[in-house]
């Protein structure tokens, strides 16, 4: 009779594969449910998914940072444990709001104007964010590894801030008068970020 081994990982627990049908469903009712905008109407939605991807993104490059320096300074493997999947999770979600940022243009200006500065800086950021990821993890080089990975939030920002505004608004949420606009804004982000996370910690277990 075979003895199953105490170190033998357990699979995950029936919850666990219902949380991101939980957030899924919550995303798509706050979207549905959500208040229009005086000038973009039912336009929105597609900016509040756009918005709620990047940010979730952005927070997720800024994890990285903080791991990236961890592994540059000390090295140890734990730091690249959680850097790979939290890497490549936090580029899956703003590649995909980059993608809805086409679709918002598309629904609210009638074409994607893949030159108008805060697009080329998205996609320019993109293009950069997944050559150092690509980059870093085929060297050997662990300090290296972790300051490519660092200094990815920096050049991000850098690209997004210094990029003229044409069509672009500054602020969508922080200018808005309208505060369920802004909550809305929030509560997508957050789900977003609930969804993130449950992909790293599986990614995290199962690799």
Known sequence: MQIKSSQQQRPFPAWFWWVPVALLLGLVLVI???????TLGGGIRSV???????????????????????????????WLRWLSPVSWVA?????AGV??????????????FLQEPRMAASLNGLAVATILLI??????????RGLLSASI?????????SAELVLHPQN???????????????????????????TIWLLRKTA
């Open 32 to 38: 549905i449910l959500g208040p229009e905008e005086r």
């Open 48 to 78: 509040y998914v756009h918005v709620g991807l990047i940010w979730t993104g952005i927070l997720g490059f800024g994890v990285t940072a903080v791991l990236g320096l961890g592994l540059l300074i000390t090295q140890k493997p734990i």
């Open 91 to 95: 580029l899956g979600f703003y590649g």
């Open 99 to 112: 993608f809805m940022s086409m679709i918002a243009s598309a629904d609210n200006w009638g074409a994607v």
């Open 135 to 144: 980059v870093g993890a085929w060297q050997p080089w662990l300090r290296v």
């Open 153 to 161: 939030i920096f050049i991000l920002l850098w690209l997004n801030f």
């Open 172 to 198: 969508p949420i922080t200018n808005s008068d309208a505060t369920p606009i802004q909550l809305t804004f929030l509560l997508v982000t957050i789900l977003f970020l609930g969804l993130a996370s449950w």
